[in-house]
Each structure stands twice: as C-alpha cells, then as structure tokens.
C-alpha cells in the first residue's frame, strides 16, 4: 500500500502545482476582455499615405496610355504658370485685398482671363463676408468670428466694378472657360485637352482650376486606378476626393498652408476652424476619413509627378 | 484494516482540499468580470435606458442653463436597468427597426392603433426615411459595385420592397417658416427643455431640441469644449445623429441590421458590418462626430439628471 499511498500523493502534489500554476500562468496568457465599445470610438485606422513616393513609382502606377497623357510640359508653360503663381500667392497672403488687385491691374491687358480669374475670386470671397455679416449668430462662435474679422479686413474697400468699368466682363469670362481641358478638348482636340488638364494637374495653384483638371482627368481615365482603391467608384466621394487634393495641392504650391490664406479664412468663417490647428489637420477634422485619406494620397501622387519637371516657384526669374 | 481507512480517510481530504484549491484557482483565473461580456457602446439596448415611457410634456421642471450646467459631467451614465413592462409600440419598432418585413409591422401597427395614431406614424416615418435613402440613390445615379455601399442598399432594398415609394420631401430647418425663427419665449424654451427630459419620439425631441438652442437654453459653452457654436441648421443635423443613437440604444438597434445604420451607410458609405458608432465614424467628419458625441453625451445627462 505504501507505494500506492507514494503515488497518490506525487499525483495530488502534482494537481496542486498546476492548481497553483493555473492561477499565476493563465490570466497573463488570456486575451484580456476589453468592452466593445472601445472599438468604435477609437479612430479608423488611417492608411499610409503620409510617405512620399519616389516619381519612379508616382509613374509605375499609370498604365502605358495613361503615362503618355503625363508626358513632360514644355518650359514656355512653366513660366507662364510662374508669372500667375506669384500673383495668387500675392492676393492669398495680401493684408488689404484691394490694394494688391490695383497694384497687378496690368494682368488685365496682359492676360484678361487670368484677370478675371482673380478677380473673381477675390469678389465671391468678398461677398461671402457680406453674406456671413448678415448673420449675427455666426459673430458668437469663437471659431468664425476670428475669420470673419479678418475677412472685414482683407476685403474692406473692394468694390468689383472698381475694376470693372468700361470692360467686357462677360467676354473674360468666356476667355476664362475656354482655358478649361474639356472647352478645349472641344475646341482642339481631345490631345490637346488631356495636355490642358495635365498641365494644369502639375503646376495651377488654382484650386478651382486644379479640381476641374482632376475631375476631367478622373472622367478620361487618365488617374491611376490604384488611387481610387480605398475610395470606391461613388461619383460624389471622388468629387470630395479631388477637392481635398486640390485644395491640399494649391495650399503646398503656395508654400502656405497655415491660415493666413484667403481661401483658409472663408472657409473658417463659414464652418469654424480651430485657428490653432495647421490648414492639413484642419482640413482632416473637417472630412470624413476616407475622403481625406483619398484625397492626400491623390495629392501626393500628384506632387510627386510635377516634380518630374521642375515646379514654377523653383524657376529664376525673368 | 484500520490504516487502510485511515489511508483512504487521507485520500479524500487530499481530494476535498485539491478540490477547493482548483475551485479557487477556476475564480481567479476568471476574475470577477467574468461574466458576459460588457456590451459595446453601439451595442447598448434597452436596457441602457432609464427613459420612463410616459411623454410628459409639462414644463414642471422648468430647465435652465444653471440646471443643465448643473446636471453632471460628460461620463457614460449606465444606470442599472429598469424592469419595464413590454411596451406593444417599442417592440414594433424593434421590428420595424431590425425586422426582415418592417411593411407588414407597420401594417399590424395600422390595424392595431389606426392609421393616424402617433406610434403608427412613427413607425411609418422610420421606414420612409429609411426607403427614402433607396430612392435617393436611384435618382443620384448610383450602380451597383460600390463595396462601401452596396451591402446597405441591397439590405435596404429587400426591406423596402413591400413599401410604397416614400416622397423625397423632409421638412428640415431650412425649408421651415422663418417665423419659426423667432427666439422662442420662456415657457416654450422650458417646455422644450422638460420634452428633452422625458420624450420618446424622435421627432418631438429634435423639434424641442432646436426650440432649446433658439431660445439659448442650452448652454453651447457646457456641450462644447474647444468653444465651437453650433448653428441651427448644424445644430439640426448633428442633433438627428444624436438622437438616432440614443434610440438606436434604447430599442438595441444599433447593429449593422439596423434600419438606422443601413440608411447611413447606404448613402454615405461604410465598411460592411459597421454598427452606427463605426459607420458615423466613416461617414461624418471628425468635426462632425465630437459634436454629435458632445449632443448625445449631453441627453443622456440631462434625462438622467433627475432619475
């Protein structure tokens, strides 16, 4: 019996370390139970786009159609983009709006749909602070009232028939339509429209101008497909897409992407911005992720292939 | 004979003392919260409620901005759950919510409250405003092979196909009176704010909801701490998201099978399976999704400040 009774207590004595062991070892190896609800309040994931691609691969993602679509742009282009960044950038950061359109009058002579464009600009801009003005409950948010305050400023003393009188508006303003990639693929040819749009794609600082080149670029299937993977083929989220990258594009072009842009103050003025947060990270809180995340990576794409030719700002002077 | 019994009498309190032992180690290794598990935020069902059931729309509790200030911090209140009767119009709205044929649900509520009751024409609001979202995408040109939104409105599709097309038109706050734009007076502002307490219906919490903010009731300051100021017609939108959550918990419809959810995520587009916390962090803004966190933290509150 004694050996039974030997046996009988190794294998009690064995039952109780794993008892023991059991305690210690299996609450550190159990998946700890977390409540579900920390899933859907964590941020989604962001994809990584933040890394900037070589060209090298920018143009492996364009099929062989597609790459001869985004063939280099002559020089004479580059400078002629150079002469318009430099006044957009002007109007962007200008302190008195007016005063910066009277000192570059001579655009109207030299490239009347450029003119319009810019003065264009600066009048919806301007009368947006107007409309803003006659809602008073908008000077009580905290987050508009800074912008507002600075639009007053910016715009005071615009008046756009100061610049007006005596001319063919209307002709500038088809002047200025007929410059866009699908006018002139109507015009001259499909060539010679997807030239327009990818020449504008590379080097416009106009975010206007820049998403109705995407936009006609994405509708010709001139984009890579590879960007669109996270966005799918909805219309209305590549329109969003397109927009964030243009305004993204325009805003690096100009070497400001904080808030002292004119286009940065009207938009905090109509929606409320944080001024405390960069233009980039304002713009990320203010679109659903993948919107953002679809347009930084178009945008990012698309600096990568302008910068297989050199950008305009990077030009000397004449 | 008797060392034998003496060496069996050893055994068993060896067992009995090994038995307790693993019993012991059993409920450590589990732990105290080794219950079920803690149901997720988008999860939460009735349960999660102590909304009493009653529609008291006096303003026997006359808000303020003191009150509401005062109603407590922005933390998950989870009171315990109440032991309600079973209430016939939340389970039919479950159904209509959840359900496979919310028509056919709709149509025994009609038989059974009459066309123009209240929680009929709540039931039939849900599901037009969920159909109207199939319509919307016909119309806005939409096809098939959207993988953000297909699943949604296949889902919705099959739930609408018994159900007349609904009109497209939704009365918001910027197609209403500017009349209606007038700052409420006192008495409306607290009786709006006393709705907001007790009120079930959807609609008459977001109608109280904007009266509360027109008439300046609700402190924006409390809502918000980054010092945003919500427009009305901003105020409107998010306010709907919120209160679509917190009746998404109430009636434990906040599941990708939702109505709610397969809305949303049809037109705006979410991953497939994305319960309404998920498929709002998709579609809405960051922006967007505090300020609607910020409204929803903020009902919860002051429903329960006097419970």
């Known amino acids: 019996m004694a050996p039974r009774r030997r046996l009988r207590l190794r294998l009690l004595a064995a039952l109780l370390l794993i008892g023991l062991a059991a305690v210690w070892i299996l609450p550190r190896t159990l998946p700890i139970a977390r409540p579900e609800s920390a899933a859907p309040s964590s941020p989604a994931p962001r994809s990584s786009a933040a890394a900037v691609q070589p060209a090298a691969h920018a143009r492996a993602l364009l099929t062989p159609a597609q790459a001869q679509a985004w063939a280099p742009t002559d020089a004479a282009s580059m400078h002629a983009r150079r002469a318009e960044l430099e006044s957009y950038r002007e109007l962007a950061l200008a302190p008195s709006l007016q005063a910066a359109l009277a000192a570059m009058q001579d655009w109207r002579d030299r490239d009347p749909a450029w003119w319009y464009r810019l003065l264009d600009r600066v009048d919806a801009i301007c009368r947006q602070q107007l409309e803003l003005d006659g809602r008073p409950e908008l000077a009580q948010d905290p987050q508009r009232q800074w912008a507002l305050e600075e639009l007053r400023r910016r715009c005071a003393g615009f008046h756009f028939r100061d610049y007006t009188a005596g001319a063919d508006v209307h002709g500038w303003q088809l002047l200025d339509q007929a410059r866009r990639p699908a006018a002139v693929a109507r015009a001259e040819g499909e060539a010679a429209g997807h030239a327009r749009a990818v020449d504008n794609a590379r080097y416009s600082i106009d975010p206007e101008e820049l998403a109705a080149s995407l936009d006609y670029l994405d509708r010709q299937q001139l984009l890579p497909a590879a960007l669109w993977q996270q966005l799918g083929p909805s219309r209305s989220d590549r329109d969003a897409a397109i927009n964030v990258a243009s305004l993204l594009v325009s805003c690096q072009r100009l070497g400001h992407c904080d808030l002292s842009v004119l286009e940065h103050v009207a938009a905090c003025a109509e929606v409320g911005c944080n001024p405390a947060l960069p233009a980039p990270e304002l713009l990320r809180s203010l679109l659903p992720p993948r919107h953002y995340e679809s347009g930084l990576a178009l945008a990012q794409w698309l600096q990568t292939m302008s910068m297989t030719a050199p950008l305009p700002s990077a030009m000397p002077r004449d | ?307």
Request: aromatic fraction near 4%; glycine fraction near 6%; charge should be negative.
């Open chain 2, 1 to 307: 004979m008797s060392a034998q019994r003496l060496a069996q009498g050893r055994a068993v309190a060896w067992s009995g003392l090994l038995l307790i032992l693993a019993i012991i180690a059993l409920s450590m290794t589990l732990g105290p919260g080794s219950g079920p598990r803690p149901p997720a935020a988008h999860q939460l069902d009735a349960n999660n409620s102590s909304d009493g059931a009653s529609h008291d729309t006096s303003a026997g509790s006359a808000g303020s901005t003191q009150a509401i200030a005062a109603a407590g911090p922005v933390t998950s209140p989870r009171p315990s759950a109440p032991v309600e009767a079973p209430d016939p119009f939340r389970q039919s709205l479950r159904a209509v919510l959840i359900g496979a044929e919310p028509a056919r649900e709709v149509l025994a509520a009609e038989a059974m409250w009459g066309e123009t009751d209240p929680r009929t024409l709540r039931l039939r609001d849900r599901l037009d405003e969920a159909c109207r979202a199939v319509v919307l995408l016909r119309l806005d040109g939409s096809t098939a092979g959207d993988p953000y939104r297909d699943w949604a409105r296949r889902e919705l599709e099959a739930r609408c196909r018994d159900w007349p097309e609904p009109s497209l038109y939704a009365p918001t706050e910027d197609t209403r009176s500017p009349v209606l734009d007038a700052a409420p007076d006192a008495a409306a502002a607290a009786q709006a704010l006393a709705l907001l307490r007790h009120s079930q219906d959807e609609g008459e919490l977001l109608k109280a909801w904007l009266v509360a903010m027109r008439a300046g009731a609700i402190a924006q300051e409390e809502l918000f701490v980054d010092g945003r100021r919500l427009l009305p017609t901003e105020s409107e939108e998010l306010a709907r998201h919120a209160l679509v959550w917190l009746q998404c918990q109430r009636q434990g419809a906040c599941g990708p099978d939702s109505l709610y959810v397969l809305r949303l995520c049809a037109l705006g587009g979410c991953r497939p399976g994305s319960h309404l916390l998920e498929a709002y962090e998709q579609v809405l803004s960051p922006r967007e999704f505090q300020a609607v966190r910020a409204i929803h933290d903020w009902l919860l509150r002051w429903r329960h400040a006097d419970a």
